[in-house]
């Protein structure tokens, strides 16, 4: 079982930046593809970027692209998203998933954190 722990969100204004965190509990933490997703309110949530933990291969969600920065540190068992240039479109609940498969949808990720909050003011 894996459990997953976000920490980082808030309030930030437009064109600033965020850095969210992800602690996961499971030692396999090396073998998952750990990826952050997010939520608007009466949207479906949809995938931001994925890091393929044993290799470090990342993808992006492309209106994200250039702008937020996904990375992992093995050691520690976490991952993180810098989120810079942040604009009121990215405020959402974000949550941290784990999964074992290279993929955007939500479906095919077995383990979530609990959400935090990021709101961008304009």
């Known amino acids: 079982q894996v459990q997953l722990v976000e920490s980082g969100g808030g309030l930030a204004q437009a064109g600033g930046s965020l850095r969210l965190s992800c602690a996961a509990s499971?030692?396999?933490?090396?073998?998952?593809?750990m990826a952050w997703f997010r939520q608007a309110p009466g949207k479906e949530r949809e995938f931001v970027a994925a890091?393929?933990?044993?290799?470090?291969?990342?993808m992006y969600l492309e209106p994200v692209k250039g702008r937020f920065i996904i990375s992992s540190d093995n050691a520690k068992k976490t991952v993180s998203l810098q989120m810079n240039s942040l604009k009121p479109e990215d405020t959402a609940v974000y949550y941290c998933?784990?999964?074992?498969?290279?993929?955007?949808?939500?479906?095919?990720?077995?383990?979530w954190g609990q959400g935090t909050q990021v709101t961008v003011s304009s």
């Open positions: 998933a784990a999964g074992f498969l290279w993929d955007t949808r939500p479906t095919q990720y077995g383990w």
């Open positions: 499971e030692r396999a933490f090396s073998s998952y593809v």
């Open positions: 890091i393929g933990v044993p290799d470090g291969g990342t």
